[in-house]
């Protein structure tokens, strides 16, 4: 068992709809502790940053603007192999192929406004959270 963190969003489609303390009853149900939170919207510059990775996709234009349409809440999770955890309660990018009692599978509205954004990987948390939190925003 590891003590890790893992990056987390609350995307635009799940804020707009008020279901930002459900999402976060769930992680923290599973065992993650939120020890950073900040809710805002995403630049332009900011969200093509990020998803750089899908910049040669045909829909990573459609990711930008969604990802910019409404505000987003940012975080950082903490807890017991916090990545796979927070995956397992996120559920399947596709809602459905999510698990029932999934956080997409009962909020998503399709598979781009899936509500949430995890981290896939340690490396990528620590990537992911550096890239919205200075150290000193995330508590102890």
Known sequence: MTLERTFSIIKPDATRRNLTGQINARLESAGLRIVAQKRKYLSEKEAKAFYAVHQERPF???LVAFMTSGPVVLQVLEGTN???VNREVMGATNPADAAKG???QEFAESIEANSVHGSDSPENAAIEISYFFAGCEITE
């Open 60 to 62: 990573f234009d459609d």
């Open 102 to 104: 999934t956080i997409r």
């Open 82 to 84: 916090a990545v796979l």
